[in-house]
């Protein structure tokens, strides 16, 4: 499965967009990136995936290299309620999600 | 939305006792679900894949005998910790699959004392 790479933790200020990198320069063709967060003590909430094309929905956008080998998660205005666990997962065989350590974001007022 | 129910959300057992934990889909039929166990301050780690009316798959290290998984409907998932002592206390959670898309519960506290 490829692994993905992301930064430990980020803070963000309240009402400006985080941007949350995350590398997985050992993509395959077909394996799609996911984006999911953790609030403490919650399950995973799904935010947005993609194959090889920029994604965006209500909750936020995933651009993707043109490589695929990375990819941003950008939360465009961030609150206070934004503030998780945010994990960047690439599908792998038999399309199980494997977790990493994930980026813990903070909003701050 | 799709949209997985995970029950209960908590619960305490004596040690050597079992507990079950369900797993359910209530709008959509899955294809797979997942079970993950979460230690504090830790990630997500997947004990086991399962797909309706077959045999699950454990991952390296999980113990098959002690997390009886049974998947015994397309929207239906039980993990049961049999013989459960104090270092299976840990956060479990379910995730329900189908077409690319996975849904999570919301996660079964399990304190074992």
């Known amino acids: 499965d490829a692994k993905t790479t992301q930064p430990p933790s980020m803070d963000c200020a309240e009402g400006r967009a985080a941007n949350l990198p995350c590398n997985h320069s050992?993509?395959?063709?077909?394996?799609?990136v996911y984006w999911y967060r953790q609030i403490h003590s919650q399950g995973p909430q799904y935010i947005i995936h993609?194959?090889?094309n920029n994604e965006t929905n209500e909750m936020a956008s995933l651009i993707i290299t043109e490589d695929r080998k990375s990819s941003t998660l950008i939360l465009p205005h961030a609150t206070l309620r934004d503030t998780a666990v945010y994990y960047c997962?690439?599908?792998?065989?038999?399309?199980?999600?494997?977790f990493g350590a994930g980026t813990t974001v903070t909003v701050r007022a | 939305g799709a949209v997985v129910s995970q029950h209960p959300s908590r619960v305490i057992c004596k040690s050597g006792t079992s507990v079950k934990i369900e797993c359910r889909s209530l709008?959509?039929?899955?294809?797979?679900m997942f079970w993950y166990r979460q230690f504090p301050k830790q990630s997500l780690m997947l004990m086991a894949t399962?797909?309706?009316?077959?045999?699950?798959?454990?991952e390296q290290g999980v113990e098959k005998d002690k997390f009886l998984i049974n998947h015994a409907s397309l929207t239906l998932s039980t993990l049961t910790v049999t013989s459960a002592h104090p270092e299976d206390s840990s956060f479990y959670i379910c995730?329900?699959?189908?077409?690319?898309?996975?849904?999570f519960g919301s996660g079964t506290r399990l304190t074992v004392v």
């Open positions: 995730s329900a699959s189908k077409g690319g898309g996975y849904t």
């Open positions: 050992t993509i395959s063709g077909n394996e799609y």
């Open positions: 993609g194959l090889k």
């Open positions: 997962i690439v599908s792998g065989v038999d399309y199980k999600l494997s």
């Open positions: 709008d959509f039929q899955a294809t797979t």
């Open positions: 399962s797909n309706e009316g077959s045999k699950a798959t454990y």
